[in-house]
């Protein structure tokens, strides 16, 4: 009961406190900015509003429009074990009406502006929302940005409709999928505990079992100006933004954020293995090593091995697996996860090839790495794989937006990303080898085969 009383003071006091100093002028929050360094000559404008928004800023006039991005800080991981894809589900339901707007003047009015590339996604660490639009309609995005993110209407036919997209969505993508069944089973077998366990998408019988008053509770606990970043990335002046940013939200209040009480994985002390009979010509193979955070000191060693491993024609795993004619593809998948997550290896075999006959080369190429540095020539061509991608992300506003606003919300701030960039260059053959010893053990091996049924 006493914790109840305070919880609800707390509440009271939060809601005041955003309401008294949405007041407050852009110019004192000017004077509390931070001009932080980004990449090359690039710097980025950072602010906190008295609510707790944040807002990043990068003036970039190559171009008259400006990416306008949305990053919330909750994704799959953060939903309830009985309530798997809710997150997912309600990304859908933000493109419906709300309180004085409704469903499709939102889309109608963005459309009229000229904009582009309008999306959103969610993922295990964060849901986004993102547009590119003509450099004048800042003010325009602002307004209807701010409006949804606390006047949002969810009724039961929309939410009906939607969680029946996003059920057809599942069965497309995971059910009726060889690939995605692969990649949703290797989470199940490496996490046993953490909240990555399940697939983003949900489970289909937590999607049967919701209703449009649970979406309700997931967004009066989740969406608000202090669980929110706004990224900006364009042909804008970091003071207009300012101002017309803590115009439209300075005057929302901040929440009472849900405690985040995601489990701790234990551990893992015996390899693991499962086989899956599918939909398929051709067998599948995924290896998959529990590896740190995106926020690990590992990390940019971790990023040239596998890109040693899978970067293109002249990988190691590719001229093993793929030139030998074992295999059609040899890849591995990004290490950008907010907890620590793994590190997968996956492989589509050539018709009449076995998952097992992949699996001997795939873990004799990796110890390799155990036994002996790789050569200088190989370390400088990954680095040289990485140096691309990473331009390649910077390559436009919405690009630089999505780097920004995906760093900031997984690690806290955007500067991870380039700091893991300016490190990889002083990576060693040495690191690369420690890194192999540390995380590619057997003991915490994972591997998941796909047959034909």
Same mark, same amino acid.
């Given at each position: 009961?006493?914790k109840?009383?305070?919880?609800?003071?707390?509440?009271?006091?939060l809601?005041?406190?955003?309401?008294?100093?949405?007041?407050?002028?852009?110019?004192?929050?000017?004077?509390?900015?931070?001009?932080?360094?980004?990449?090359?000559?690039?710097?980025?404008?950072?602010f906190?509003?008295?609510?707790?928004?944040?807002?990043?800023?990068?003036?970039?006039?190559?171009?008259?429009?400006?990416?306008?991005?949305?990053?919330?800080?909750?994704?799959?991981?953060?939903?309830?074990?009985?309530?798997?894809?809710?997150?997912?589900?309600?990304?859908?339901?933000?493109?419906?009406?709300?309180?004085?707007?409704?469903?499709?003047?939102?889309?109608?009015?963005?459309e009229?502006?000229g904009?582009?590339?309008?999306?959103?996604?969610?993922?295990?660490?964060?849901?986004?929302?993102?547009?590119e639009?003509?450099?004048?309609?800042?003010? &325009?995005?602002?307004? @209807?940005?701010?409006?949804?993110?606390?006047?949002?209407?969810?009724?039961?036919?929309?939410?009906?409709?939607?969680?029946?997209?996003?059920?057809?969505?599942?069965?497309?993508?995971?059910?009726n999928?060889?690939d995605?069944?692969?990649?949703?089973?290797?989470?199940?077998?490496?996490?046993?505990q953490?909240?990555?366990?399940?697939?983003?998408?949900?489970?289909?019988?937590?999607?049967?079992?919701?209703?449009?008053?649970?979406?309700?509770k997931?967004?009066?606990?989740?969406?608000?100006?202090?669980?929110?970043?706004?990224?900006?990335?364009?042909?804008?002046?970091?003071?207009?933004?300012?101002?017309?940013?803590?115009?439209?939200?300075g005057?929302?209040?901040?929440?009472?954020?849900?405690?985040?009480?995601?489990?701790?994985?234990?551990?893992q002390?015996?390899?693991?293995?499962?086989?899956?009979?599918?939909?398929?010509?051709?067998?599948?193979?995924?290896?998959?090593?529990?590896?740190?955070?995106?926020?690990?000191?590992d990390?940019?060693?971790?990023?040239? @091995?596998r890109?040693?491993?899978?970067?293109?024609?002249?990988?190691?795993?590719?001229?093993?697996?793929?030139?030998?004619?074992?295999?059609?593809?040899?890849?591995?998948?990004? @290490?950008?996860?907010k907890?620590?997550?793994?590190?997968?290896?996956?492989?589509?075999?050539?018709?009449?090839?076995?998952?097992?006959?992949?699996?001997?080369?795939?873990?004799?190429?990796?110890?390799?790495?155990?036994?002996?540095?790789?050569?200088? &020539?190989?370390?400088?061509?990954?680095k040289?794989v990485?140096?691309?991608?990473?331009?390649?992300?910077?390559?436009?506003?919405?690009?630089?937006?999505?780097?920004?606003?995906h760093?900031?919300?997984?690690?806290?701030?955007f500067?991870?990303?380039?700091?893991?960039?300016?490190?990889?260059?002083?990576?060693?053959?040495?690191?690369?080898?420690a890194?192999?010893?540390?995380?590619?053990?057997?003991?915490?091996?994972?591997?998941?085969?796909?047959?034909?049924?």
């Amino acid at each position: 009961m006493k914790k109840s009383i305070v919880r609800r003071l707390f509440a009271l006091s939060l809601i005041a406190f955003a309401l008294l100093s949405s007041c407050a002028s852009t110019s004192d929050l000017e004077k509390n900015s931070q001009k932080v360094p980004f990449f090359g000559t690039m710097e980025v404008s950072r602010f906190t509003l008295p609510n707790g928004l944040k807002l990043l800023v990068l003036e970039d006039a190559s171009s008259p429009t400006f990416a306008y991005q949305t990053w919330f800080r909750v994704g799959s991981r953060d939903e309830d074990v009985s309530y798997t894809g809710l997150a997912h589900l309600f990304e859908h339901l933000m493109f419906k009406g709300t309180k004085g707007s409704p469903e499709g003047i939102f889309d109608r009015t963005l459309e009229r502006a000229g904009a582009e590339g309008e999306n959103a996604f969610t993922s295990r660490d964060y849901t986004a929302y993102v547009q590119e639009l003509p450099k004048d309609k800042l003010e &325009l995005i602002a307004k @209807l940005e701010s409006d949804r993110m606390v006047n949002l209407v969810v009724n039961d036919k929309s939410f009906k409709m939607e969680r029946e997209v996003v059920q057809n969505e599942r069965r497309m993508r995971n059910e009726n999928s060889p690939d995605g069944l692969m990649y949703q089973e290797i989470f199940g077998v490496v996490f046993k505990q953490h909240s990555y366990r399940w697939p983003v998408i949900g489970y289909e019988e937590d999607l049967n079992r919701m209703s449009s008053l649970d979406a309700e509770k997931f967004y009066s606990s989740h969406y608000s100006p202090n669980h929110a970043t706004i990224v900006v990335v364009g042909d804008v002046k970091a003071a207009d933004v300012l101002k017309t940013v803590t115009k439209y939200y300075g005057k929302l209040a901040a929440k009472t954020l849900p405690e985040k009480n995601i489990p701790v994985e234990p551990e893992q002390s015996a390899p693991r293995r499962k086989i899956l009979k599918l939909n398929t010509q051709v067998q599948k193979l995924m290896v998959a090593y529990p590896v740190p955070s995106v926020v690990h000191e590992d990390i940019p060693a971790l990023e040239v @091995l596998r890109t040693v491993l899978t970067g293109g024609k002249s990988s190691r795993l590719y001229k093993a697996l793929v030139d030998s004619g074992v295999a059609t593809s040899a890849d591995t998948y990004d @290490l950008d996860d907010k907890d620590p997550s793994i590190l997968i290896f996956m492989a589509n075999l050539q018709s009449g090839k076995k998952a097992s006959a992949a699996e001997d080369i795939l873990l004799k190429e990796l110890e390799k790495f155990k036994r002996e540095p790789i050569s200088q &020539l190989e370390l400088d061509r990954a680095k040289n794989v990485l140096q691309a991608q990473f331009f390649e992300s910077l390559s436009s506003a919405s690009e630089k937006a999505n780097f920004l606003g995906h760093y900031e919300t997984v690690s806290e701030s955007f500067r991870t990303g380039a700091d893991i960039f300016n490190r990889i260059g002083s990576v060693t053959a040495t690191q690369i080898q420690a890194a192999a010893i540390k995380y590619l053990n057997p003991s915490s091996r994972n591997v998941v085969m796909g047959v034909q049924k």
